[in-house]
């Protein structure tokens, strides 16, 4: 893949799946409460 | 049994959020976004949508969470509790709904019959052909009032019979109710499509080829960026992916527990849905560069969307595969099926909710009479003419109902109620609070979708849709939403059970959402 394919990926992966679980650990923690 | 739990009530947080975001994730997160996205500026494309994601689609969600959850009733009563005179709004979002589940269930029954014919690649060496002459048996394209009745022909039983299978599925889950039906089908589900999905992935990117079809999907265009055309594509896609405006949320959130995480919740399925579609992008782009470099040709030429894409060139690219064919073929299916029905399910509720809410009917008497009406209305879809049908009947409610239902919904809630009330609610209840922003969204995202509809009109008028004859599309596509507009005002009409009067409309809110002070209850 080229660089800038590359970089487009990996930020997207990360901001969308890294956003995901952070709504998900707060969300979890919520339920422990 | 309190009587939220005679309504029906999500069991758990989890069966919320995988429920919400099965609803979102449907077929065309795995054959629309990638196409869109690739055709858009590739990566680049990913900045318009991640914009849109975060001013339009979380914001409306966290809305439609917030009415729902506060005002417990699908959408009929979420928008005759406004003002009475908006309950007909509430019904044309459920008559849309109603109107998408009669045809949504016939392509899932398509992916059944593909699962069977993926083991022993029953398409051929020309899935075309294959799909259109041999499984669909497609006849005439539907032009003059003459050959409108001829056009359909006659019933397909290859068509119907998987489709049966597809209402059975959905009448024994919704059946079932809320927790026992709606959230264990999808905790059940949802995880098995992130399986399945993931295998496709795994296939694809391991694929000779693969590479170029990433670099198709994923390399950035920046100059595409400044044409408007790409950032309305970007929010007509979000807009159309998270299920909004057609009623499914509202009835949703209304199971919900008082206390509930709004703002989180709407945060999840946002991302939960985009999360998805990039993954399929992955998946998707991986076999079609695989494809292009075993047809030797470049990726945009193998580069399609939607029924297509999955009935045509993925057949093709099935028959090409080193090996496993017949398993990964079946994959690919499968991760249909479950996308398809976690959405079905969800359609199909918010069309039994609106009339068990409204009417002097349990749920089951309502689940009934949808099933009847609707399954009876979808074998007119496996005929011999059903794609055309569908495909104009689709066309008419995604690009014009569902655009109208929004614009109604969000002129009158974002500039004639008190939203400053509903952040004040979804605050209270959340750990994110949102900012004043979100008003702004609420109302920057009316005035986009009046601009949007606005362009589709003239475009159509131009160049109308697939080339199909006015006749056509006057029929099915004008005579689907004017019989959802006349059906809307005649259900507003009708008169509610007591206890419908009682909740709704003898209680209207005072133009805003008032708190709850006790949470437990």
Same mark, same amino acid.
């Given at each position: 893949?080229?660089?800038?394919?590359?970089?487009?990926?990996?930020?997207?992966?990360?901001?969308?799946?890294?956003?995901?679980?952070?709504?998900?650990?707060?969300?979890?923690?919520?339920?422990?409460? | 049994?309190?009587?939220?739990?005679?309504?029906?009530?999500?069991?758990?947080?989890?069966?919320?959020?995988?429920?919400?975001?099965?609803?979102?994730?449907?077929l065309g997160?795995?054959w629309r976004?990638?196409y869109v996205?690739?055709s858009?500026?590739?990566?680049?494309?990913?900045?318009?949508?991640?914009?849109?994601?975060?001013?339009?689609?979380?914001?409306?969600?966290?809305?439609?969470?917030?009415?729902?959850?506060?005002?417990?009733?699908?959408?009929?009563?979420?928008?005759?509790?406004?003002?009475?005179?908006?309950?007909?709004?509430?019904?044309f979002?459920?008559l849309i709904?109603f109107t998408i589940a009669t045809y949504y269930v016939v392509i899932?029954?398509w992916?059944?019959?593909?699962?069977?014919?993926?083991?022993?690649?029953?398409?051929?060496?020309?899935?075309k052909a294959f799909l259109f002459g041999e499984y669909l048996q497609l006849g005439e394209a539907p032009s003059t009032l003459s050959n409108l009745g001829t056009s359909l022909g006659g019933l397909n039983?290859?068509v119907a019979?998987?489709?049966?299978?597809?209402?059975?599925?959905?009448?024994?889950?919704?059946?079932?109710?809320?927790?026992?039906?709606?959230?264990?089908?999808?905790?059940?589900?949802?995880?098995?499509?992130?399986?399945?999905?993931?295998?496709?992935?795994?296939?694809?990117?391991?694929?000779?080829?693969?590479?170029?079809?990433?670099?198709?999907?994923?390399?950035?265009?920046?100059?595409?960026?400044?044409?408007?055309k790409?950032?309305l594509a970007?929010?007509g896609? +979000? *807009?159309f992916? $998270? !299920?909004?405006?057609?009623? /499914? &949320?509202? #009835?949703?959130?209304?199971?919900?527990?008082? %206390?509930?995480?709004?703002?989180?919740?709407?945060?999840?399925?946002?991302?939960?849905?985009?999360?998805?579609?990039?993954?399929?992008?992955?998946?998707?782009?991986?076999?079609?560069?695989?494809?292009?470099?075993?047809?030797?040709?470049?990726?945009?030429?193998?580069?399609t969307a939607g029924v297509g894409l999955a009935f045509i060139?993925?057949?093709?690219?099935?028959?090409?595969?080193?090996?496993?064919?017949?398993?990964?073929?079946?994959?690919?299916?499968?991760?249909? +099926? *479950?996308?398809? $029905? !976690?959405?079905?399910?969800? /359609? &199909?509720? #918010?069309?039994?909710?609106?009339?068990?809410? %409204?009417?002097?009917?349990?749920?089951?008497?309502?689940?009934?009479?949808?099933?009847?009406?609707s399954?009876l209305l979808s074998l007119l879809i496996a005929t011999n003419g059903g794609l055309y049908v569908l495909d104009i009947v689709d066309y008419a409610t995604n690009q014009y109902g569902i655009v109208i239902a929004?614009?109604?919904?969000?002129?009158?809630?974002?500039?004639?109620?008190?939203?400053?009330?509903?952040?004040?609610?979804?605050?209270?209840?959340?750990?994110?609070?949102?900012?004043?922003?979100?008003? $702004?969204?609420?109302?920057?995202?009316?005035?986009?979708?009046?601009?949007i509809l606005a362009l589709k009109i003239k475009g159509e008028i131009t160049s109308p849709y697939e080339g199909y004859s006015w006749t056509a599309l006057g029929v099915y596509g004008l005579g689907a939403i004017t019989l959802i507009t006349v059906g809307?005002?005649?259900?507003?009409?009708?008169?509610?059970?007591?206890?419908?009067?009682?909740?709704?409309?003898?209680?209207?809110?005072?133009?805003?959402?008032?708190?709850?002070?006790?949470?437990?209850?």
């Open positions: 893949m080229s660089t800038g394919a590359t970089i487009v990926a990996v930020c997207s992966l990360t901001l969308l799946w890294g956003g995901f679980a952070i709504c998900l650990r707060i969300a979890m923690k919520d339920e422990n409460k | 049994m309190s009587k939220e739990e005679k309504r029906g009530q999500w069991g758990s947080r989890s069966g919320f959020i995988l429920a919400a975001i099965g609803s979102a994730v449907g997160n795995i976004f990638p996205a690739a858009n500026g590739g990566g680049a494309f990913l900045i318009p949508y991640l914009v849109a994601l975060f001013t339009a689609g979380i914001p409306l969600l966290i809305l439609e969470f917030a009415m729902g959850h506060k005002i417990r009733s699908s959408a009929p009563g979420v928008f005759a509790k406004l003002d009475r005179k908006y309950e007909a709004i509430g019904w979002q459920t709904a899932i029954g992916s059944f019959s593909y699962l069977f014919f993926a083991f022993t690649s029953a398409w051929g060496a020309d899935p039983l290859k019979i998987p489709l049966l299978l597809v209402w059975a599925i959905n009448y024994s889950v919704l059946r079932m109710g809320v927790k026992n039906g709606l959230e264990k089908a999808n905790k059940i589900f949802m995880p098995l499509l992130v399986i399945s999905l993931l295998v496709i992935v795994i296939r694809g990117v391991t694929l000779p080829g693969a590479m170029d079809g990433l670099n198709y999907f994923f390399s950035p265009d920046f100059s595409k960026l400044t044409d408007p790409v950032w970007a929010y896609q +979000i *807009f992916s $998270l !299920s909004i405006c057609f009623a /499914i &949320m509202y #009835a949703y959130a209304s199971y919900l527990p008082k %206390k509930s995480d709004i703002v989180n919740n709407a945060f999840m399925t946002g991302l939960g849905n985009c999360s998805f579609s990039l993954i399929s992008g992955i998946g998707v782009f991986s076999i079609l560069g695989f494809m292009a470099q075993a047809q030797g040709v470049s990726v945009a030429e193998v580069s060139v993925f057949p093709e690219a099935i028959n090409q595969l080193p090996g496993m064919n017949g398993l990964i073929g079946g994959i690919f299916f499968v991760t249909l +099926i *479950f996308a398809g $029905l !976690s959405s079905s399910l969800s /359609i &199909m509720e #918010a069309v039994v909710a609106a009339i068990s809410d %409204k009417f002097k009917l349990t749920r089951s008497q309502g689940l009934n009479r949808f099933t009847i009406t399954g929004g614009i109604l919904e969000l002129v009158i809630l974002g500039w004639f109620f008190n939203l400053e009330s509903v952040r004040t609610y979804v605050n209270e209840l959340s750990d994110f609070k949102v900012g004043r922003w979100w008003i $702004l969204a609420i109302k920057g995202t009316s005035i986009l979708l009046i601009i809307s005002f005649i259900l507003a009409k009708k008169k509610g059970s007591k206890e419908f009067e009682g909740k709704i409309y003898e209680k209207p809110l005072n133009n805003k959402l008032e708190l709850d002070l006790d949470l437990n209850n």
